[in-house]
């Protein structure tokens, strides 16, 4: 059976086609074909920055479809190989690869759900602070008053929960985190659940706005409630280095 690739280019990314073509003639090199179709993709390759992966495992997740991401932007935390290393696709081919299940989270927002690979942020609509209160499996755990709240999975626990002085969580795990944004007690503190916790946020002032992984803006009414739990399903996603998570952590970010 021939394998399918999909390419998935970011916006403004890639823009001389340069890279494309030289992983479309590694990928034909080793025998596979390339599909405008994603559904019959046996991988997915994304190219460009976080953000492009982070829409790319919008149809991965869609599809049940591995995505790989080659890294066009400024760090790629997510992205398993630069520009230069497309040659390493081959080892695709060679079946020399280990795939790696990526928790997501499920938003409830009214009647709709969504899936986030990296978090669900609560935040202020405007320079006034905002007020929520969360609750774990009906019980209520704290009350915030801040900038906002991000629940997070341990893929987005690198991403803005980091920059807001949350707990950095291996990929690994199965867990969700809660980073307050700029709280105004100093007793908030980033709290991480169990991966079968049933988590609500209300929001209690008027002033409030929900995004799932930096998109999809939903105003929120006060007393709205948004519910959010470990999704039964997981991105899938390709390695084909023998980078740990640590080394990635090092070179790419605490350096």
């Known amino acids: 059976m021939q394998e399918l690739i999909y390419i998935y280019v970011g916006k403004n990314k890639d823009c001389d086609g340069e890279c494309e073509r030289a992983l479309i003639k590694e990928w034909r090199s080793c025998g596979g074909e390339v599909t405008d179709d994603v559904r019959s993709a046996s991988v997915i390759a994304a190219l460009g920055g976080d953000g492009t992966i982070l829409r790319?495992?919008?149809?991965?997740?869609?599809?049940g479809i591995p995505v790989i991401g080659i890294n066009l932007g400024r760090i790629g935390y997510m992205a398993e190989l630069d520009k230069s290393e497309i040659p390493l696709i081959a080892k695709y081919f060679k079946?020399?690869?280990?795939?790696?299940?990526?928790?997501?989270?499920?938003?409830n927002v009214g009647s709709r759900s969504y899936y986030?690979?990296?978090?669900?942020?609560?935040?202020?609509?405007?320079?006034?602070?905002?007020?929520?209160?969360?609750?774990?499996?009906?019980?209520?755990?704290?009350?915030?008053?801040g900038d906002g709240i991000i629940l997070s999975t341990p893929t987005g626990s690198t991403a803005y929960a980091m920059s807001a002085g949350g707990?950095?969580?291996?990929?690994?795990?199965?867990?969700?985190?809660?980073?307050?944004?700029?709280?105004?007690?100093?007793?908030?503190r980033p709290l991480v659940?169990?991966?079968?916790?049933?988590?609500?946020v209300r929001a209690d002032s008027a002033e409030c706005v929900l995004t799932v992984d930096g998109k999809d803006p939903h105003s929120l009414k006060e007393g709205a409630i948004v519910t959010v739990?470990?999704?039964?399903?997981?991105?899938?996603?390709?390695?084909?280095?023998?980078?740990?998570?640590?080394?990635?952590?090092?070179?790419?970010?605490?350096?």
């Open 56 to 63: 790319a495992s919008q149809l991965a997740v869609k599809y």
């Open 95 to 107: 079946r020399e690869y280990k795939e790696e299940a990526r928790m997501l989270l499920r938003v």
């Open 116 to 145: 986030a690979l990296n978090d669900a942020v609560f935040h202020a609509r405007s320079k006034h602070m905002a007020h929520f209160t969360l609750s774990c499996n009906g019980n209520t755990v704290n009350e915030y008053s």
């Open 167 to 188: 707990s950095v969580i291996d990929p690994r795990l199965s867990c969700i985190g809660v980073t307050p944004i700029c709280p105004q007690s100093l007793a908030a």
């Open 193 to 200: 659940f169990a991966p079968d916790s049933k988590l609500t």
């Open 229 to 255: 739990s470990k999704s039964r399903k997981a991105l899938r996603m390709l390695k084909l280095k023998e980078d740990g998570f640590y080394e990635v952590l090092r070179n790419k970010i605490l350096n």
